[in-house]
């Protein structure tokens, strides 16, 4: 089967585009880009070209552009060529630059294809590309997931050359007389990649010929196996995890009841950003004590009797260290109140029209007793306050206690302040501050509902 039929065909058969689609390629000028340029266009398929000169060869990377914009006159395809300054972008985002490199590659595919009306990018990473990611991945212990390698499809972006070698695509521009641009980059050895294709690959390919068939055929029954471990942890997902307001709640028992608890452990937190070590010592800290505080860039995770409790950073910061919620008496007139969690609910009423209800949502307090503004905010360690109907004060610690609220649960707490005491510990218990007497002439109502 010549090369043009095998591309057609693994298009086709892979769904990477129809006859209809309009395709943006990614060209650096290579040969594997290069290659893809001209099958695309013997395949009678709407292209365009992206080129990005990221600047860190100099005159080489000028060539490449030059080069570029060469072979869409040839082709007679429109070029978009963007210019990059990756060394200041790697600095400012504290990356490296290969992954400022690839960053930047990838929004630029997304802004042409939004704007110029392209269905899917094609890049031209090739089968060797593949082994090269594999044997990267299995160096760093990425797990199943990173040994599978590179998706033919992943959401706009396609790989219509995984179906070649090097050696195929090289012998095919050769027989072809197409020229292409040398990445000499790619011949030195600073960077990982490219250790493994100088040095280390030469080397496998002189202990077993057929080596890289048999890897690449590792890969696929990889793929495989990784979907059937994919609907494994799914079904585990669902009798282990489940969701609290904004949080996340994690069984133990759960987990624990899993053939391989820390794997399924490791698969739910890694979607929160946990790193390898942290996830290790979560692990090992599940018969620890409650308490426990782990945080990702994004998540925090909070070990709480039999569960892990992952929620938000922006969620659970203590609201105490936000700005509270002022209640004015024009504010209880206005009759309504929304804050974080709650939307309080104001009526007056005269000592004659006062009959109360046993309902731990409203709450009752002599309005001529109150003292404006009061206000709404989280609560802070040592708090307490004097709960309706009790003889001693009682601290928030040891209401939260009795009514087991768990540690996000406490977080999600808001008091209602007047004058410096607690009027409301809202939807849990009323203080006993301002109470209805038999000297109160007008009562103000007090109804939460939730947010």
């Known amino acids: 089967m010549d090369v043009l039929t095998t591309y057609k065909q693994f298009v086709e058969h892979q769904g990477l585009w129809t006859s209809g689609d309009k395709v943006l390629l990614a060209v650096s000028g290579g040969p594997d880009s290069v290659c893809m340029v001209d099958l695309t266009a013997q395949s009678g398929i709407e292209f365009g070209i992206s080129h990005v000169n990221f600047g860190l060869r100099g ?17 007679g395809v429109d070029v978009y060529v963007t210019h990059a300054d990756t060394r ?12 400022a490199a690839r960053e930047i590659r990838y929004a630029e595919f997304d802004r042409i294809m939004d704007k110029r009306g392209y269905d899917v990018t094609a890049v031209a990473h090739h089968r060797d590309d593949a082994i090269e990611t594999f044997m990267l991945n299995l160096m760093r212990g990425s797990g199943i997931r990173g040994l599978t390698g590179m998706r033919v499809r992943n959401g706009r972006i396609v790989r219509p050359m995984l179906c070649f070698s090097r050696a195929e695509i090289e012998g095919f521009l050769n027989a072809n007389y ?38 690449t055929e590792s890969i696929g029954y990889l793929g495989m196996a990784k979907r059937i471990y994919d609907d494994s942890i799914a079904n585990a997902v669902k009798t282990a995890v489940a969701e609290s307001g904004s949080s996340v709640v994690v069984s133990i028992g759960g987990v624990r009841r899993y053939v391989e608890p820390e794997c399924l452990l490791f698969e739910i937190l890694s979607r929160y950003g946990f790193s390898k ?14 308490g426990k505080i782990f945080y990702s860039n994004t998540h925090r995770l909070v070990k709480d009797r039999t569960v892990l409790i ?5 969620d659970v910061q203590s609201l105490s260290g936000r700005q509270p919620v002022e209640i004015y008496r024009k504010t209880v007139d206005f009759g309504e109140v929304r804050t974080r969690q709650w939307r309080l609910t ?38 307490s306050f004097m709960p309706f109907g009790g003889h001693n004060r009682k601290k928030l610690s040891d209401l939260f206690v009795d009514n087991k609220l768990s540690i996000a649960d406490k977080d999600r707490v808001e ?5 410096g005491e607690i ?29």
């Not at 200041?88 to 992954?99: D, H, L, P, T, V």
């Not at 104001?346 to 709450?363: K, L, N, Q, Y």
């Not at 008091?415 to 004058?419: D, E, F, H, K, T």
């Not at 809202?426 to 007090?446: E, F, M, P, S």
């Open 346 to 383: 104001f009526s007056r009423m005269e000592r004659d029209e006062f009959t109360p209800e046993r309902d731990p949502m409203t709450v009752y307090y002599d309005i001529d007793k109150l003292k404006f503004p009061m206000t709404v905010t989280g609560w802070v360690s040592g708090d």
């Open 59 to 75: 005159d080489e990377s000028d060539g490449d552009e030059a080069f570029v914009r060469e072979l869409a006159k040839k082709y």
């Open 415 to 419: 008091i209602l302040r007047c004058n």
């Open 178 to 215: 197409l020229s292409y641009r040398t990445d000499t980059t790619n011949l030195e050895n600073d960077f990982a990649r490219n250790r493994i294709r100088n040095l280390v690959m030469p080397v496998i390919d002189g202990i077993s010929p057929s080596a890289r068939q048999s890897i």
């Open 88 to 99: 200041r972008y790697a600095a400012m985002r504290g990356i490296s630059i290969e992954m």
């Open 277 to 290: 070590v942290q996830m290790r010592e979560i692990y090992r800290q599940l018969d620890a004590e409650s």
């Open 310 to 314: 992952i929620s938000r950073i922006e």
């Open 423 to 451: 009027l409301w510990v809202i939807g849990i218990r009323a203080g006993n501050y301002c109470r209805v007497d038999a000297n109160t002439k007008q009562i103000l109502k007090i109804s939460a509902n939730k947010s």
